[in-house]
């Protein structure tokens, strides 16, 4: 349902180009209504027009078959008198323009146009909850406090590209040459190919930044941590240089359970050396903090003493009876453990140790 001009886009000026159409003498007969592409509501969430959506609009406004009202400032709404300033009679898919409407206006919209008394409009419509797709247009009002955000205004005569202002084949030029700089182009480079100069440009910009596309050279350089001047094949070594790297993994858990065990060593011998655990307790208090040492470091400061200090001393196998005690504290040990002197010789150390 585009339009279907009998004038080829291409040959439009460039000053047509930039504006979507020629340049209205006095009040338009037209005027675009919905910009194509995300269109943004002042206080609310933005919504899509595209082809889809158009062609939705323009369908049920056909199907009706009846021209659309424009009124002042949205008086149908408030149900009040509500006299017209025009009647749209057709709208137009322009594609990459949007939507536009071809309007009659009534004399007194036209007087109000023309001085300048309104400027812009405000589209009454629906979007659809879905997809946040334009779907239906409704009615539109002349205003001065639209809720699109960067609309068209209706009249627009001191605009730089408008056909009556003196000065906007100069500014065209200017504009011309200042585009065929920037993009590297020679000052009398011609239109179009300053037009593809920037629609390559564009389309590099969006594959650079796509996700899932190739990686540049540069984001590489960066990554690695190599100097700007370094080349391809560099690139590609010092990845290589990176794969062949060892797993540390294991390493890593290797001394990580070195430092554990260091560190239950070091609260068992604390443990014992303030008398809240006994020997025998040792093979369960290493297992305790191994697994839990907050758990463990808890417990020792809640325990009771159950091994007096002054007559313990913890000692190393060559100077003890094996058990890392001396024979004065395992004798205390004992009696408070309730071995008596026959069963510990029976089922003590038989190493020699005397009791």
Not at 244 to 263: C, F, G, M, S, Y
Not at 327 to 343: F, Y
Request: glycine share 8%.
């Amino acid at each position: 349902m585009k339009e279907n001009t009998d004038v080829p886009r291409e040959k439009l000026t460039f000053a047509e180009a930039l504006t979507g159409a020629g340049p209205p003498e006095g009040v338009p007969g037209e005027f675009q209504v919905f910009p194509s592409g995300r269109v943004e509501i002042c206080g609310d969430e933005p919504f899509l027009v595209d082809d889809e959506a158009l062609n939705r609009v323009i369908q049920r406004f056909e199907s009706r078959g009846l021209d659309m009202v424009i009124d002042y400032e949205h008086q149908t709404e408030e149900g009040i008198r509500a006299p017209a300033a025009g009647w749209i009679k057709k709208l137009v898919n322009r594609g990459g323009l949007g939507l536009w409407a071809v309007v009659h206006w009534t004399e007194q919209a036209k007087k109000y146009l023309e001085s300048r008394e309104y400027r812009y409009y405000s589209p009454v419509f629906l979007v659809s909850k879905k997809d946040r797709r334009l779907d239906e247009l409704l009615r539109v009002a002349l205003t001065n406090a639209p809720r699109l955000n960067r609309i068209r205004p209706i009249v627009a005569k001191d605009d730089v590209l408008n056909g009556t202002n003196p000065n906007k084949e100069k500014v065209i030029m200017d504009l011309l040459k200042t585009l065929a700089g920037i993009l590297g182009l020679g000052e009398n480079a011609a239109p179009e190919e300053i037009v593809e100069a920037v629609r390559a440009l564009v389309k590099r910009a969006q594959e650079e930044t796509s996700p899932g596309e190739t990686v540049s050279a540069k984001d590489l350089r960066r990554a690695l941590d190599l100097d700007e001047g370094i080349g391809k094949s560099e690139i590609i070594a010092t990845i290589h240089a990176l794969r062949q790297r060892p797993d540390l993994t294991l390493e890593i858990t290797t001394l990580r359970k070195q430092l554990a065990q260091r560190d239950r060593d070091a609260l068992v011998h604390a443990a014992l050396k303030a008398g809240k655990i006994t020997p025998a307790q040792r093979s369960w208090a290493e297992e305790y903090a191994m697994s839990d040492p907050d758990g463990f470091k808890l417990f020792v400061a809640k325990a009771p003493q159950v091994v007096p200090i002054d007559p313990v001393a913890i000692l190393p196998d060559s100077l003890s009876n094996g058990t890392g005690i001396s024979d004065a504290a395992q004798l205390s040990i004992n009696r408070m453990m309730g071995v008596g002197t026959d069963t510990w010789k029976k089922y003590g150390p038989q190493d020699g140790g005397k009791v």
